[in-house]
């Protein structure tokens, strides 16, 4: 293998190379298995023609067009080695030339490769340091939040007057009309709306609120052009509903008796002083994201990065598909959920867009300081990892060895990590 001519452009690498014949010609006996699947002789199956059958039907020109292209492969990759590209997508703007017993082998391509970083400061920046400080309002919110999720719905009963508000769950039954025409798919004799987060829109749910068990009420409804049921986009539509049922979520009393409950806390001073505790903990695991996050970001900042649109797109449709795993297991499929927000894949993968370049380029400066400062990954951070991710079925590193998987991911986040803390104790903290 010969490389011709090798110009770089930004992060585009022009690329031509030069291979003997020779090469293809040996690679004739390994490339014909593939030719054979495809040929069609009488008295032997696909794939069992003898290549010297073979040869005496269609001759050796389709054997050594696919041995040109293997050893085109095997050279294309030799020169990436050769010439250590960091190559992030396939190659563009191939040209072959024709081949020739007596010549060289000779192809030229467009390959898309990693930007070089270069970087600026990062080490000694001044930088604002995350508050981890915890009042006493900041403890009465929490606890508030955790009556809130030990609390339980409610069921009012018949005769009391209390009055629909944010939160409470309503059925009802429901006539509906759109633009004067009956609509069945929202005419029920059993209808309901948790109120703010109903199915029926914001408005709808402000008609509700206020009302009281066994109430009538007729009212009309605006729906906007982009609301999430096309049948009903643009459109007015009439409603006559009855309450028949209403549940409000109560939040329990902060008593020693609650607090015993929900854990061995035995009053609620005891209580407090551990929710204190564990907010404090909270925030000083947050704290410690928060920083490292803060010094990456003034960091990339601070620089120009040409990111090849590949990287970006690759980077889009990892966390596009990772969006589509999360959607089915909510049991929709990804068409249902683009119908209910009014939207479309397309417009799903730009919303990505912004953030993944921002991930793409955190990735490289990351691995660039990485190399810079020599942070590497061995055997032991590697086991501590896996261990720190408590899976029975691979409990430690020689596990995952036993069962072949590849431990190049946890060796590229071990030292992500590691450099992330590098940088958080090289920054001056204010």
């Not at 380029?361 to 408590?390: C, G, H, P, Q, W």
Request: proline letters at 3%; charged letters at 30%; a negative charge.
């Amino acid at each position: 293998m010969k490389i011709v001519k090798s110009d770089r452009k930004e992060n585009t690498v022009f690329l031509s190379v030069e291979e003997d014949i020779q090469a293809a010609i040996d690679l004739m006996d390994v490339v014909y298995p593939r030719v054979a699947k495809t040929a069609k002789v009488d008295g032997f199956r696909k794939g069992k023609v003898p290549r010297k059958v073979y040869e005496r039907n269609y001759g050796q020109e389709p054997i050594m067009k696919e041995a040109v292209i293997e050893a085109i492969e095997s050279a294309y990759q030799s020169a990436i080695k050769e010439l250590d590209l960091k190559v992030v997508d396939n190659p563009g703007n191939v040209n072959i030339e024709p081949y020739d017993l007596e010549k060289p082998i000779q192809f030229s391509c467009e390959i898309t490769v990693q930007p070089v970083i270069k970087l600026g400061k990062y080490k000694g920046l001044k930088l604002e340091k995350a508050d981890v400080s915890v009042t006493d309002s900041d403890v009465d919110t929490y606890i508030s939040e955790a009556r809130k999720k030990n609390g339980k719905f409610e069921q009012v009963a018949a005769g009391d007057t209390h009055e629909i508000g944010t939160g409470d769950m309503v059925r009802f039954s429901m006539a509906a009309t759109c633009e004067g025409e009956h609509y069945a798919l929202w005419t029920r004799e059993t209808a309901g709306t948790i109120v703010g987060k109903g199915p029926y829109g914001a408005d709808f749910d402000s008609e509700v609120e206020g009302l009281v068990l066994d109430a009538e009420k007729t009212f009309s409804v605006a729906y906007p052009d982009d609301y999430n049921n096309p049948d009903v986009q643009g459109k007015t539509l009439e409603f006559q509903i009855k309450i028949t049922q209403i549940q409000y979520w109560v939040e329990p009393s902060l008593t020693d008796e609650w607090v015993a409950s929900v854990g061995e806390y035995k009053s609620v001073d005891m209580y407090c002083k551990a929710m204190r505790e564990k907010l404090e903990k909270e925030r000083a695991d947050e704290a410690v994201a928060t920083d490292r996050t803060t010094v990456l970001t003034a960091i990339v900042e601070a620089m120009t990065i040409a990111v090849p649109a590949a990287m970006i797109n690759q980077e889009v449709d990892q966390q596009f598909r990772q969006f589509s795993s999360m959607v089915e297991r909510q049991g929709l499929t990804l068409d249902q959920y683009c119908q209910f927000q009014n939207t479309g894949v397309d417009q799903i993968k730009d919303n990505f867009r912004p953030d993944a370049e921002k991930s793409v380029k955190e990735r490289l400066v990351i691995k660039a300081i990485a190399d810079s400062e020599s942070i590497m990954a061995d055997d032991t951070d590697i086991d501590a990892y896996i261990k720190s991710m408590n899976v029975p079925q691979f409990p430690d590193l020689a596990a995952c060895r036993k069962h072949n998987i590849d431990e190049g991911m946890f060796r590229a986040d071990v030292i992500s990590r590691k450099t992330l803390a590098f940088l958080v104790d090289e920054t001056k903290w204010k």
